[in-house]
T-cell receptor, first 116, second 114 residues
């Protein structure tokens, strides 16, 4: 039962253009969503997050959009840079639910390649 | 400020053996979670420790067990290793009372079972 899905295994984008990574979820209890970036031989690094009470959160070149009715979120990177090439994981948690707790449920990841 | 540290970074074990992985959380963090990341997949939650007790557990068999020490560091033990246990094992730390905040991950331990 995959509660968090990233349907695009990979994405290739030209330097300077926009990268859009997508994520869908099925569990209505999720109330907090995160994006992590992972380079080979390193652990995941937190990138940006959004609470379910918001529909947009922006941090520099990174913006996350949340559409609760569609159970969909997306990460926009503008402009994309070669150093952004990595695996991006979408994750969700249900912090507001004591029984479910704050464990993170991850998608399978999307490999982003930014070409110079 | 040291982040989350894990040891060892790589490990090779034989089927049927037992393994112990170690994790020191980020300074000030009191909660440790363990994740298994198989090749081509996202991290899967194994369990979480707080106040030296297992607080939550994912869908993993009893061969997977853990421990948390008074200094908040943690161990993950896997008994009777199977080939399918080969994966990257990640440790993450948080502060239990801080809701809606990110978890910090270590660099992981790459376990290979042969």
């Amino acid at each position: 039962d995959q509660q968090v899905k990233q349907n695009s295994p990979s994405l290739s984008v030209q330097e300077g253009r926009i990268s859009i990574l997508n994520c869908d979820y099925t569990n209505s209890m999720f109330d907090y969503f995160l994006w992590y970036k992972k380079y080979p031989a390193e652990g995941p690094t937190f990138l940006i997050s959004i609470s379910s009470i918001k529909d947009k959160n922006e941090d520099g070149r990174f913006t996350v959009f949340l559409n609760k009715s569609a159970k969909h979120l997306s990460l926009h990177i503008v402009p994309s840079q070669p150093g952004d090439s990595a695996v991006y994981f979408c994750a969700a948690s249900a912090d507001g639910n004591m029984e479910y707790g704050n464990k993170l449920v991850f998608g399978a990841g999307t490999i982003l390649r930014v070409k110079s | 400020d040291a982040g989350v540290t894990q040891s060892p970074t790589h490990l090779i074990k034989t089927r049927g053996q037992q393994v112990t992985l170690r994790c020191s959380p980020k300074s000030g963090h009191d909660t440790v979670s363990w994740y298994q990341q198989a090749l081509g997949q996202g991290p899967q939650f194994i369990f979480q420790y707080y106040e030296e007790e297992e607080r939550q557990r994912g869908n993993f068999p009893d061969r997977f067990s853990g421990h948390q020490f008074p200094n908040y560091s943690s161990e993950l033990n896997v008994n009777a290793l199977l080939l399918g246990d080969s994966a990257l094992y990640l440790c993450a730390s948080t502060i239990i009372q801080n809701l809606n905040t990110e978890a910090f991950f270590g660099q992981g331990t790459r376990l290979t079972v042969v």
